[in-house]
């Protein structure tokens, strides 16, 4: 809640110049020019206000440019970009009045309820993010690759052999026609630079993990990895961010949508809110936890016994259903340090 009345300024970030509008004190409106979204920019301009109610939208520059803001004596609030369905939806859509919009939220809001804003990580702590996030870009691009030659060799009537992707440039290479030898061969040594560099950055994301002592806290439950514990803690922040575990299943946007009114009660799909890169995590650990190698668990059971239900889609429901409650015992480890049993575990929390 803002302290007594203070101008309110609205900032829609854009990735060369930003548009601002201020709601002063006595009710005035002003229209600054736009400023560029550099850091020499925003000090500049932050600098020679007095302190205000700045209110921005989530957005790759909101990081940075919120923190040299609170550097400067100012309120920041950055707005969750997913409650502001009056600027994403609106017919009249230009920055400046996105920046307008901003701003008489911001005045017309002063508990916050309605922009619900987040929290933005520390600098370390996004850096080391940033290394489980690039293993991630190129794990994607050696499977782009793979898939590619498959196809290739496949348009010839030919069909490589089935490896791993870890190994696949050693497996197949001896299977690729000669016509296409030209064509794959390039694309057979990028696969194998980039299996050199995910190695590299897996050794990486160990030294990170180190660094964090709860990693071994979270990872107690089987199907859990150092990747997916460091990117769910780093992710999280704060574990005192949730008054209850069960809200983290929401965070990750692994709770199914609600369309309730009257008698009518559908099921629809997840919502896939919140971080894309958590949500695949846990969604990769629950097919492990209830695949052909997962352990003997209550997790596992649980999830198994869904999946027998039938019905279109049941194991994918079921999967679905194990990675949030995945992300909810995560979170009750963290919270608790307790010891996680795999069989008879009962956490005194919903899930």
Same mark, same amino acid.
Request: glycine share 6%; proline share 3%.
């Given at each position: 809640?803002?302290?007594?009345?203070?101008?309110?300024?609205?900032?829609?970030?854009?990735?060369?110049?930003?548009?601002? $509008?201020?709601?002063?004190?006595?009710?005035?409106?002003?229209?600054?020019?736009?400023?560029?979204?550099?850091?020499?920019?925003?000090?500049?301009?932050?600098?020679?206000?007095?302190?205000?109610?700045?209110?921005?939208?989530?957005?790759?520059?909101?990081?940075?440019?919120?923190?040299?803001?609170?550097?400067?004596?100012?309120?920041?609030?950055?707005?969750?970009?997913?409650?502001?369905?009056?600027?994403?939806?609106?017919?009249?859509?230009?920055?400046?009045?996105?920046?307008?919009?901003?701003?008489?939220?911001?005045?017309?809001?002063?508990?916050?309820?309605?922009?619900?804003?987040?929290?933005?990580?520390?600098?370390?702590?996004?850096?080391?993010?940033?290394?489980?996030?690039?293993?991630?870009?190129?794990?994607?691009?050696?499977?782009?690759?793979?898939?590619?030659?498959?196809?290739?060799?496949?348009? $010839?009537?030919?069909?490589?052999?089935?490896?791993?992707?870890?190994?696949?440039?050693?497996?197949?290479?001896?299977?690729?026609?000669?016509?296409?030898?030209?064509?794959?061969?390039?694309? $057979?040594?990028?696969?194998?630079?980039?299996?050199?560099?995910?190695?590299?950055?897996?050794?990486?994301?160990?030294?990170?993990?180190?660094?964090?002592?709860?990693?071994?806290?979270?990872?107690?439950?089987?199907?859990?990895?150092?990747?997916?514990?460091?990117?769910?803690?780093?992710?999280?922040?704060?574990?005192?961010?949730?008054?209850?575990?069960?809200?983290?299943?929401?965070?990750?946007?692994?709770?199914?949508?609600?369309?309730?009114?009257?008698?009518?009660?559908?099921?629809?799909?997840?919502?896939?809110?919140?971080?894309? $890169?958590?949500?695949?995590?846990?969604?990769?650990?629950?097919?492990?936890?209830?695949?052909?190698?997962?352990?003997?668990?209550?997790?596992?059971?649980?999830?198994?016994?869904?999946?027998?239900?039938?019905?279109?889609?049941?194991?994918?429901?079921?999967?679905?259903?194990?990675?949030?409650?995945?992300?909810?015992?995560?979170?009750?480890?963290?919270?608790?340090?307790?010891?996680?049993?795999?069989?008879?575990?009962?956490?005194?929390?919903?899930?």
């Amino acid at each position: 809640m803002t302290d007594g009345i203070k101008d309110t300024i609205g900032c829609d970030l854009g990735d060369k110049f930003s548009d601002l $509008f201020i709601l002063t004190a006595n009710g005035e409106t002003q229209v600054p020019e736009r400023l560029k979204t550099t850091q020499a920019g925003v000090k500049k301009f932050f600098s020679q206000r007095k302190p205000a109610h700045v209110v921005l939208e989530a957005s790759t520059h909101s990081r940075w440019v919120s923190s040299i803001v609170k550097k400067l004596g100012h309120e920041v609030t950055v707005a969750d970009t997913r409650r502001l369905r009056l600027i994403s939806h609106s017919d009249s859509k230009s920055d400046r009045t996105d920046a307008e919009l901003l701003a008489r939220l911001g005045r017309a809001d002063p508990d916050l309820k309605l922009l619900r804003p987040i929290r933005h990580r520390g600098d370390q702590a996004q850096a080391d993010l940033a290394v489980a996030k690039s293993r991630d870009m190129l794990v994607g691009a050696r499977t782009k690759l793979v898939n590619q030659a498959r196809g290739l060799v496949k348009s $010839f009537g030919e069909r490589l052999p089935a490896s791993h992707t870890r190994s696949f440039h050693r497996k197949a290479a001896s299977a690729i026609p000669e016509l296409l030898k030209p064509a794959l061969q390039p694309l $057979f040594k990028a696969i194998e630079m980039l299996n050199e560099q995910i190695s590299e950055l897996d050794k990486t994301v160990e030294q990170v993990a180190k660094r964090y002592a709860d990693v071994e806290v979270v990872r107690q439950i089987d199907g859990v990895g150092v990747l997916t514990a460091l990117v769910f803690l780093l992710t999280l922040d704060d574990k005192t961010r949730f008054d209850k575990s069960r809200k983290v299943g929401a965070f990750a946007g692994l709770r199914p949508r609600r369309d309730q009114s009257g008698d009518t009660d559908k099921q629809l799909p997840i919502t896939k809110a919140g971080d894309s $890169f958590l949500r695949k995590l846990l969604v990769n650990c629950a097919n492990h936890i209830m695949g052909p190698f997962g352990k003997d668990s209550d997790l596992r059971r649980w999830g198994l016994r869904l999946a027998e239900r039938g019905g279109k889609n049941a194991r994918q429901r079921a999967k679905i259903a194990v990675a949030r409650k995945l992300a909810v015992l995560m979170h009750r480890l963290w919270v608790t340090g307790e010891e996680y049993q795999a069989v008879g575990y009962r956490a005194n929390v919903k899930v």
